[in-house]
């Protein structure tokens, strides 16, 4: 019997069985068999407290018995009001307005739309947008336009939008004065960036100085700061923000993936108060033409307000401090290993490379392979092994994973 579904960024030629899952509780997933699997990578990045958190499943269940979803616009309803108002205290200041979109890759086409509305209502002729050498930012032919090029985005490379490419900064002051000249140009509207962490482009991390640096750059010369947190927020650095490490107030910020705990799909792009008031107007073209069916659903944003109550309630910040060291004291241990090159940590991320090969690395298969005969749910990126727990993870469940990655090591490195 086959299935009929095509699953995500799966060659189904070479990988044709999934396996199935039919339980989530805490770190831990089981299948159909009854296998125990951690799950390292937060289930591509989005568990922040556990798997099937009772608060989260209860605001679930309890919105779902009262208002299943409305039109939003026109329309408000309590549960986004709950999560507005108790996300709100958790920004920079400066972000007074926040719009509902259903994903990370939308949250960052609202974002691009926003900062091209904001300049084209105010009569200004910005519309270029910078972003940084191997930036990711959805699949979506919006976000693969100012995401890094190659292997994904080449059958639709006519279809994207030219960018400004910034180096990544392994040399800060070549990435700064890069953004320094096309800034002076005039034309630029916007930088996007992941701060201090590019994921999908291989856990790559930045020092905060350098998001500090691009943003006096950026406001010097009037181009709005669009801050990717899709991944980097809800804690995974060390911080709720990545920009708190750098005490940066970007003029738009993304977030998604730990906003509902990882339970269910949502997005929210929150913008300056400018920029919400250059679409202002009794003139309706100046309206913010976005919308998608399940904008601001209401079961979703439950969820998501039951998670910001999480946050209150819970010592979460403490758990995240306490992987924090885990992580670095885990990499203390794999940076003595000789297979394995780059070893880094930054709040609840660890990684480091295996061999060599990027991507395509006939060795990220193989990896995969490795990790789930451990029961040990570790997708590397190439040859890039990296963890990304969910923050109920213990000191044991860490060291498991370090000890495989070590193996690992002895094995391919
Ligand atoms: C995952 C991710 C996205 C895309 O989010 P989706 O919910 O998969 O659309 C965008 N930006 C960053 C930084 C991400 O990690």
Not at 389 to 410: K, Q, R, V
Request: glycine share 8%.
């Amino acid at each position: 019997m086959t299935s009929p579904i095509w699953h995500p960024f799966t060659q189904h030629a070479l990988h044709p069985a999934m396996r199935p899952i039919v339980k989530g509780e805490g770190a831990w997933l089981t299948d159909a068999a009854g296998a125990r699997i951690f799950d390292a990578i937060s289930s591509w990045w989005v568990i922040t407290h556990g798997h099937c958190h009772p608060a989260i499943v209860a605001a679930i269940r309890d919105q779902a018995g009262a208002l299943d979803q409305v039109i939003f616009a026109g329309y408000t309803h309590p549960a986004a009001e709950a999560f507005a108002a108790a996300l709100l205290p958790r920004l920079p200041q400066t972000l007074t307005r926040m719009f509902f979109s259903d994903s990370g890759s939308t949250s960052v086409e609202v974002a691009i739309k926003m900062a091209l509305g904001h300049f084209r209502h105010r009569g200004e002729a910005r519309h270029r947008i910078a972003v940084m050498q191997h930036g990711y930012h959805g699949d979506t032919v919006g976000t693969m336009s100012v995401g890094e090029r190659g292997v994904f985005s080449q059958p639709y490379d006519p279809l994207l939008f030219a960018v400004t490419r910034l180096p990544f900064p392994s040399d800060p002051q070549a990435t700064l004065d890069a953004l320094e000249s096309a800034a002076r140009r005039g034309d630029l509207a916007a930088l996007v960036v992941e701060p201090l962490v590019l994921g999908a482009g291989g856990m790559l991390f930045y020092p905060p100085e350098v998001l500090s640096e691009m943003a006096a750059i950026c406001a010097r010369h009037g181009v709005l700061l669009i801050a990717d947190e899709v991944m980097t927020g809800w804690g995974r650095t060390g911080r709720f923000l990545a920009c708190d490490h750098a005490a940066v107030a970007p003029d738009i910020l993304c977030l998604s993936k730990g906003i509902t705990g990882g339970s269910l799909p949502l997005a929210v792009t929150c913008c300056r108060e400018e920029i919400y008031a250059s679409h202002w107007s009794e003139d309706l073209r100046k309206t913010f033409f976005h919308s998608s069916s399940y904008t601001a659903n209401p079961i979703a944003c439950a969820a998501g307000a039951a998670n910001l109550g999480l946050w209150r309630d819970e010592p979460v910040q403490p758990r995240i401090d306490a992987i924090t060291a885990l992580q670095a004291a885990g990499a203390a241990r794999l940076a003595r290993h000789p297979g394995l090159t780059g070893v880094r940590a930054m709040g609840t991320i660890l990684a480091a490379e295996i061999g060599a090969g990027g991507y395509l690395s006939a060795l990220g298969p193989r990896l995969l392979q490795f990790f789930a005969d451990r029961n040990l749910l570790i997708r590397p990126l190439g040859n890039t092994v990296y963890l990304l727990p969910p923050y109920c993870s213990t000191a044991a469940e860490l060291s498991l994973c370090h000890d495989a990655i070590l193996e690992a090591a002895d094995a391919f490195g």
